[in-house]
């Protein structure tokens, strides 16, 4: 609300307006801002950028630049736990994807998501990868690995 205008959102879910909320506790981000980034990723992508610090991602949507990108998603990663979508065994939202921090990773993730494959998705499988090949594999195994489980 302000004086010259009254605003009014609307969301599919919860979820979605927690973080449009999150979003706009971030220095710089106002309800546009937060509005484009949600337009641009899912909920559920947005917790998956912020989990692998991905800030490329984030700065995907309009009006955001690189320095804006960062700090959502240093901002944001302690707040995680509050914003992560329960997982609901009768077809709720999709699980979001944690992945150890390392840049192996995030390289996998990246390679994946420029094949044309959902970052949510991506993040998956190299979190499959991760679980199959360890903490320490190299990133052409993780894509190797990643790749074979997005075929799957």
Known sequence: ????????????SEH?????????TVQGVGAKV?????????????????????KGQVARAPGVGPKVAARIVAELKDKMPVLAPA?????????????????????????LTNLGY?????????SAAIGKAGREARTEELIRLGLKELAQ
């Open 1 to 12: 609300m302000r004086e010259d205008a009254i605003r009014l959102y609307g969301f599919a």
């Open 16 to 24: 979605e307006r927690a973080w449009f909320r999150a979003l706009q």
């Open 34 to 54: 937060a509005l484009a980034v949600l337009g641009t990723l899912s909920a559920t992508e947005l917790a998956n950028a912020v989990a692998l610090q991905d």
């Open 87 to 111: 997982i609901r065994p009768a077809g709720g939202l999709a699980p979001v994807a944690t992945l150890p921090e390392g840049l192996a990773a995030r390289d996998a993730v990246s390679a």
């Open 118 to 126: 959902a970052h949510g998705e991506a993040a998956a499988a190299v």
